[in-house]
């Protein structure tokens, strides 16, 4: 670790209010492993998954780079693969989420057939539901990015897409003669309900997230011609405050939307009846912490320049002195926010995953929260790590990268206790 790291860890520990954590250990059991170099051909995954569990226990990824869904049973064996590339009902074209449902029924939105395609938990195709509109636009395509199926019936919570990107498209609509973009919905820091009884697809707001104010992007002619300065103007600003959200298993919403710890509880149309604090404040950006993060990211860059085309995650950028100096070039915030992520368990607990002791690494604690919302305690950094998934009777999902950044799914059994 560099001197700086040193500092900041230093500076972190220090804080008097981390006293207040409540230690808490994770009795993991490792179930199965799916994917790797090595794997099977059915477990040979993309560059980027979900995961989500059924009540039965079933795992079921999706692989939106192979254009699948795959199911895996409880014992580590596949069940089913569904979809593959296609035009027909079943079948995928372009798709970048999934929701399931806990009896195990899920739901895949997809810009190119501009619909919404809902299957039974036995992998047949149980409607196909259009998008109001019908037109693929820039926020359809973008727009279905991070849902969730709502338990309490047939609708998905989306989170929106950024308004600005909805405006470059239209500004490019209209300067090559086609039709502006009236179908945008929320933003993205917000969420709507998607009603998916019916042919077509019914959206009602739910709530709004707060927004740290910006300048507003000014699109001209010129933009187009040099599209890395647009680029750059809709990068998040290093330390933005994230949008955390998720869905707990009575339809409670649970999002942070600041820089401060507060989770808001929100009923299902979106009134907030409850906030979750703990005495955890944001910690100022110093100049020493402003030039961590931007040799972190160099570092990282090089890195990926350095895999080249080998890799199976991201491809290296096509101009890496562009990079390098939007790295070096990107605004930022302030301060540094107090949450990293919000996950709801299976018996409707929440996770919440805070900064790290190095602010620009994934790393740190987690504070557990029961089913009646009263802290239980905090699990160190990295043991285990924010699952991507809860699944019944203690089930948790993990991602694993290797050194050539190839994804493996390992499914846990967790007993946290003290």
């Known amino acids: 670790m560099n001197p700086t790291a040193y500092a900041i860890m230093a500076t972190l520990l220090a804080t008097p209010s981390l006293a207040q954590d409540r230690p808490l250990t994770a ?10 170099v090595n794997a099977q051909e059915w477990a040979f995954f993309g560059p980027s998954l979900q995961a989500s569990f059924d009540e039965a226990g079933n795992l079921l990824v999706l692989d939106a780079f192979n254009k699948r869904i795959v199911i895996v ?10 979809g593959r590339v296609g035009e027909g009902p079943g079948e995928f074209q372009q798709i970048q989420a999934f929701a399931v449902w806990r009896d195990g029924r899920f739901a895949v939105p ?7 395609q809902v299957f039974t938990p036995d992998g047949e195709l149980e409607r196909f539901v259009r998008w109001a509109g019908g037109a693929r636009t820039l926020s359809s395509a973008l727009h279905h990015r991070e849902i969730r199926a709502d338990p309490l019936g047939d609708r998905l919570i989306a989170r929106g897409v950024q308004g600005v990107l909805v405006e470059m498209m239209n500004f490019a609509n209209r300067r090559m003669g086609h039709p502006e973009d009236d179908t945008r919905g929320v933003d993205d820091r917000a969420l709507e309900g998607l009603n998916v009884s019916g042919d077509v697809t019914a959206s009602e707001p739910i709530l709004q997230g707060w927004r740290a104010p910006r300048p507003e992007l000014q699109l001209e002619a010129a933009d187009l011609e040099d599209w890395s ?25 649970a999002y942070s939307d600041s820089s401060a710890y507060a989770i808001k509880l929100a009923r299902p149309d ?28 160099l570092q990282r860059l090089e890195a990926r320049l350095a895999m080249g085309s080998s890799s199976t995650g991201p491809l290296p950028p096509r101009d ?5 100096r939007r790295i070096r070039d990107r605004v930022f915030c302030h301060e540094i926010p107090v949450v990293q992520g919000i996950r709801a368990t299976w018996d ?29 305690g905090t699990l160190p950094a990295g043991a285990p790590g924010m699952p991507v998934a809860f699944g019944p009777g203690g089930l948790v999902a993990h991602l694993e990268r290797d050194e050539l950044d190839v994804l ?7 007993v946290v206790g003290r």
């Open 270 to 297: 979106g009134s907030v009846i409850d906030v979750l604090t703990r005495p955890f404040s944001p910690q100022p950006v110093s100049e020493r912490i402003r030039q961590g993060m931007i040799d972190w990211r």
């Open 348 to 376: 409707g607990g929440l996770w919440v995953h805070r900064r790290g002791e190095v602010p620009w690494e994934d790393e740190g604690p987690i504070d557990v929260f029961s089913a009646d919302r009263e802290y239980v």
């Open 320 to 324: 890496p002195e562009e990079s390098r």
């Open 73 to 82: 049973g409880p014992d580590g064996r596949l069940e089913r693969v569904v």
């Open 110 to 116: 997809d810009t190119d057939h501009t619909a919404i």
């Open 229 to 253: 300065q647009v680029v750059s103007s809709l990068e998040d600003r290093y330390f933005e405050p994230g949008f955390h959200w998720d869905v707990l298993p009575d339809g409670t919403i």
């Open 27 to 36: 009795d993991i059991t490792e179930v199965y492993r799916a994917g790797g």
């Open 408 to 414: 493996t799914v390992v499914v846990s059994r967790a």
